[in-house]
């Protein structure tokens, strides 16, 4: 999971990116990287770290240019500590192509073969964000053979990495002395919008991961970008389309995006995540309200940040009192590489701290968004019983997590997930509460399709292991698991900063 952005403005862009990306650092934290373009020459820097951290003055002064993008990066199993896996890519051929992506391809690894025996590129690493830009590179040198870059040539390069590509990818590349390219996998599982703002100069273009990024640089959300289509913006300012995909393909956004990634202000496939978030708590309200005995709650607190709107909501269905039991340290410092469930336990105590008062004697229902492994949510438990609770309940405003995640978001292997092969009285037992709640997957998407009737299907596959992309199997999710371990052993797997999120 990552944050991108690209701009095509009037005046220097650099520090619209570099805003832009701050209000996406939420997407990802163990990288930054932007690339500007500057007549014939692209202008790069990235390194590991936050925003503010990995742009200094000298390095914004060295990224002139009025059109650029920028990414966020979110580290995944086996993930390489190396820079050399921060975005943007470049690659030279054949135009001079800067490149940003969010998602995870399924197949890159064919993909990678492919491009080495057939299509005689070299991939410099084991990322699939640089598969993906050479698959992108080469097909555009075929489309084109030879003949000026246009427009239609640059559709049918996208309608070929269509053909190609597997899996999930949101997209956004910079062609040299042309303009930006965006485009969104058939299925529209990794979001991506499009905003606009009016200068006296002409009018500036940007493409985001999230319209939070847009509203809060100044530009206005035009509309999302649909699945499987592809968007050109030429220097001029001129703004082309076209569909790229077998129309037919239906949008499957990622359902977790609303339940954790997303920020509350952000607007993604028409739908308010705050607005989702409040219907969480509504139908997560009704599942409490027939599994507890409303009697026995004295008090509604959430696991902050995004299970709030849910636990207010809930609280207020249910008529019951809701108080802020948990403040957030959100200065907490960095934790580079994880060795094992030591430094995570150590860090829930760091990132939250227990109001004594709220909890003493009292039976509260704690509401977070999810559980995952359930070390975070057994170690807040524990924390609310130290800070005096004389019961703690739990609901979650998902449901079970069953299956690994295989398109973009860390989640553990199967064997790691708390809910493989528990009941939710097990997993209650697993986390130490008196008593669990889990959200019904179908009235999760109920309250997604409350505010967007014309979303009809999600990628839930988290909740039911059904894959949209049709190629994931129990052999493939084995090797994945495999890859994971092997990924631990050597120490690649960096820790997301300050907030572990799904990962608990």
Not at 326 to 344: C, S
Not at 407 to 436: C, H, K, V
């Amino acid at each position: 999971m990552c944050g991108i952005v690209g701009v095509m403005g009037k005046s220097p862009v650099n520090q619209l990116i570099y805003d832009s990306l701050l209000l996406l650092q939420h997407r990802g934290q163990d990288a930054a990287g932007m690339a500007t373009a500057s007549g014939p020459f692209f202008n790069m820097h990235k390194a590991h770290g936050l925003v503010r951290d990995v742009f200094r003055t000298r390095n914004m002064r060295a990224l002139p240019g009025h059109s650029g993008l920028g990414q966020v990066r979110y580290p995944t199993a086996g993930s390489s500590a190396s820079v050399d896996e921060a975005q943007p890519f470049y690659v030279n051929a054949p135009f001079g192509i800067t490149f940003v992506h969010n998602g995870n391809l399924t197949n890159w690894h064919a993909l990678r073969e492919s491009l080495f025996n057939h299509d005689k590129r070299h991939i410099n690493t084991n990322s699939d964000s640089e598969v993906l830009l050479n698959v992108f590179a080469h097909e555009l040198q075929q489309a084109s053979n030879g003949a000026t870059l246009d427009a239609q040539v640059i559709f049918e390069a996208v309608r070929a990495v269509h053909r190609r590509v597997r899996g999930a990818y949101a997209v956004i590349a910079h062609i040299s002395r042309f303009g930006l390219v965006a485009f969104r996998d058939p299925h529209g599982i990794r979001p991506l919008c499009l905003g606009r703002h009016e200068t006296d100069e002409g009018t500036e273009w940007m493409l985001a991961s999230e319209s939070v990024a847009l509203t809060g640089t100044g530009f206005s959300l035009v509309r999302d970008i649909a699945p499987g289509e592809a968007v050109i913006i030429a220097e001029d300012g001129e703004l082309s389309r076209a569909q790229c995909a077998d129309p037919a393909t239906q949008r499957t956004p990622c359902i977790f995006e609303y339940v954790y990634f997303a920020r509350p202000d952000s607007i993604m496939d028409g739908i308010s995540v705050y607005n989702a978030r409040l219907h969480m708590g509504e139908y997560l309200a009704d599942h409490v309200a027939k599994s507890l005995r409303l009697g026995d709650i004295d008090v509604v607190m959430p696991i902050p940040d995004s299970s709030r709107p849910s636990a207010m909501q809930l609280a207020s269905h249910l008529g019951l009192d809701y108080r802020e039991g948990f403040i957030k340290n959100r200065y907490i410092g960095r934790t580079f590489i994880m060795p094992g469930q030591a430094v995570r336990k150590q860090s829930v105590r760091q990132k939250l701290s227990a109001i004594d008062v709220e909890f003493r004697g009292k039976n509260v229902l704690l509401v977070d968004d999810s559980i995952v492994r359930g070390t975070t949510s057994r170690q807040i438990v524990e924390m609310a019983r130290g800070a005096g609770a004389h019961k703690v309940y739990f609901a979650s405003a998902a449901p079970a997590v069953r299956f690994p995640n295989v398109y973009g978001i860390d989640m553990p292997t199967q064997d790691e997930l708390i809910a493989t092969g528990r009941t939710t009285d097990q997993i209650a037992a697993e986390i130490g509460a008196d008593g669990l709640v889990f959200q019904n997957l179908a009235d999760l998407e109920q309250s997604l399709r409350d505010l967007n009737p014309a979303l009809e299907t999600f990628e839930s596959s988290c909740f039911n292991g059904q894959y949209v992309t049709g190629d994931i199997d129990p052999a493939y999710l084995a090797r994945l698991a495999v890859e994971r371990h092997q990924g631990q052993r050597s120490g690649a797997i960096i820790s997301p900063a300050a907030d572990e999120g799904p990962l608990n």
